[in-house]
């Protein structure tokens, strides 16, 4: 997912290493090799899953069990990653090195396990997923979404808006500057930042509408080298670096964790969070005296609709050196098509799909209405060609934290530049 993928960023660089090197040679899991994709309709199939406070290894038993009543040759071993860190691209370098791979991945974002993959385009359940085509790489598919993560959203108090006189939600960047300004003369810190990962995704959070909403394709044109990130986010980063300057984001944030940067939003410290849609989650469980807004991250300067940034919610890949090809297929058409299993996964982890609304708070279906009205008025980030090359997301995340230390805008831009130049995809 659009969460994990930016705390996996760093680890992409190791796993591609790894993969260069271990499962290329002797023992390891050969790239070329590939089953017969009508073999094993029976049998057990190992999926390898994300496992986290909500993704429970019992809640992925329950997900499958109607699968396996409906299939009794069939099988599913719920996998949890194994790697220290607890990531599912972790636990693939060591699975691959070893000649172990699973049958089936979720979760798993990583470019460099692509030659290991079985092309899933030639099923028709598999094309017509969400954003099919916006994942495929050369014309292949890969992977199967169960629905899109929103990205570009700014989450509000609405109490202290009230407070501070803000009637509604602004319109620019201009507009959201003004607010911040009465926001902070009310007492807030007018929008909640952190360290970790989190610093550079709120940046591009908030200031990607500005650079796709006249250029949908702008994050493929970026990760192909054909972009300027300090002409077309100048305007933006010096902006930004005004507001830490004002005041309204707090300078000492590179300290705060994403966990407690959540927290401090939801205890009415802080009247902004720019957050992707997973956030709702968090939101519908915590305990609080006022209630919650979401509006999309407007543009620098044009009040026109700004263009949403998502990208595929959970998703799936099949590995073609499995034995189990065809229970492989049967289990992610399933986790993929079947309308309960679907609508589950969605509410589970926060995901959105049009036409699968489910009950969870009055923030989900605001969300849910914002992603319902931007069906053609969308941007891709972070998926197929749309991805930046593995480790931009942490050369810019250095680049954005120097600003808390003095440092500048237009150099930090350079310096991403220079970095993307010499790892053009």
Known sequence: MARRRSINAAVGILLGLALTTACGGSGGFEADSAADPDSGATGTVRMLVNITPNLTKG???ELVAPFEKANPGI?????????????VDSTLQQLLAAGNAP????????????????DLSDLSWAADAPMADAQRLDGHLYDVAIGQQVQSLVFYNKKAFEKAGIAKPPATMQEL?????????????????????????QVMMLFAPTVTTGEPDWFKQAADGRRSLGTDLGPAMDLYKDWLDEGYLDKQALGTKYADAETEFLSGKAAMYPMGCWFVAAEAQAKKDFEVGVFPSPQLNDPSTPRLSVTPGANYRIFKAGKHQKASEK?????????????????????????????LSPLADEVQALLDKSTNHQAIAGSGEYQMP????????????????????????????????????
Request: proline share 3%; aromatic share 10%; hydrophobic share 35%.
């Open 177 to 201: 500057t003004a607010a911040m300004r009465k926001l902070k003369s009310a007492g807030y810190l007018p929008l909640q930042t952190a360290g970790e990962w989190v610093t550079q995704a």
């Open 331 to 359: 289990l992610v058409q399933f986790l993929t098509t079947d309308r309960a299993a679907v609508a589950g996964q969605l509410k589970q982890d926060s995901s959105f799909r049009t036409g699968y609304p489910y009950k």
């Open 75 to 87: 099988k599913v071993q719920i996998d949890s990653p194994t790697a220290a860190d607890g990531s």
């Open 390 to 425: 593995t480790g931009f997301e942490a050369e810019q995340n250095k680049q954005v934290q120097s600003l808390y230390t003095g440092g500048d805008a237009a150099d930090g831009l350079k310096n991403v530049d220079t970095w993307l130049k010499a790892h053009t995809k």
């Open 103 to 118: 049958d089936v991945v979720e979760g798993s974002h990583n470019d460099k396990v692509l030659p290991y993959l079985r």
């Open 59 to 61: 809640y992925w038993r």
